[in-house]
């Protein structure tokens, strides 16, 4: 059975850092790219980055481009988000989602999600 | 990278069909055939119910089904039952990103 289990959501100051991870079990973790997606209180679902099933390619929303970095320990089967200069609108539960597509660098499909981890962004 | 554009409701009785629209840009939905829909219970995770416009993961019932046309996609439920009340959003690939909609509130009346 697949498993995603988000951990490192908790509250924190803007301009703070943080770092999230997710524990990957049920699946050859290597074999995939994996995402990270996004879903402020009470709204919509906001792509945040993806990542190759080797590490050798990210990708990025505008929204947190050069603030966010994407990476993934296939060893240890985590995936993690490093965020910097945090801000109130990054305030949201964040998804670990598992792409479709074996052996790929990366689909938009993602068949199985975390449960999230939240992330509060407050003074 | 503007979010898809998705009506916030929909409703329809059990038995019935309700189709959900998804109306994107040459950039996104009209410029690649990878649109997908996902249902979200409250609480809960989203799921993945269409991929790649009209393909259905494993599980996911044939009675969603989905379809594109120049730069609106489209999620059709049919025979409504009430486990399908739920949010759903679309989204699209964009050119190394991925974009959803802002999602719809299906209600079974």
């Known amino acids: 059975e697949v498993q995603l289990v988000e951990s490192g959501g908790v509250v924190v100051q803007p301009g703070g850092s943080l770092r999230l991870s997710?524990?990957?079990?049920?699946?050859?973790?290597?074999?995939?790219?994996m995402h990270w997606v996004r879903q402020a209180p009470g709204k919509g679902l906001e792509w945040v980055s993806l990542i190759s099933?080797?590490?050798g390619s990210t990708y990025y929303a505008d929204s947190v481009k050069g603030r966010f970095t994407i990476s993934r320990d296939n060893s240890k089967n985590s995936l993690y988000l490093q965020m910097n200069?945090?801000?109130?609108e990054d305030t949201a539960l964040y998804?670990?989602?598992?792409?479709?597509?074996?052996?790929?660098?990366?689909?938009p499909y993602f068949d199985y999600w975390g449960q999230g981890t939240l992330v509060t962004v407050s003074s | 990278q503007s979010a898809l554009?998705?009506?916030p409701s929909a409703s329809g009785s059990p038995g019935q069909s309700v189709t959900i629209s998804c109306t994107g840009t040459s950039s996104d939905v009209g410029g690649y055939n990878y649109v997908s829909w996902y249902q979200q219970h409250p609480?809960?995770?989203?799921?993945?119910?269409?991929?790649?416009?009209s393909k259905r993961p494993s599980g996911v019932p044939d009675r969603f089904s989905?379809?594109?046309?120049?730069?609106?996609?489209?999620?059709?439920v049919s025979g409504l039952q009430a486990e399908d009340e739920a949010d759903y959003y679309c989204s699209s690939y964009a050119g190394s990103v991925v974009v959803f909609g802002g999602g719809t509130k299906l209600t079974v009346l």
């Open chain 2, 43 to 53: 609480g809960k995770a989203p799921k993945l119910m269409i991929y790649e416009v």
């Open chain 1, 22 to 33: 997710c524990a990957a079990s049920g699946f050859t973790f290597d074999d995939y790219a």
């Open chain 1, 85 to 88: 200069s945090l801000r109130a």
């Open chain 2, 5 to 7: 554009t998705q009506p």
């Open chain 1, 53 to 55: 099933w080797d590490g």
């Open chain 1, 95 to 107: 998804y670990c989602a598992k792409d479709i597509r074996e052996a790929a660098a990366g689909t």
């Open chain 2, 66 to 76: 989905g379809s594109k046309s120049g730069n609106t996609a489209s999620l059709t």
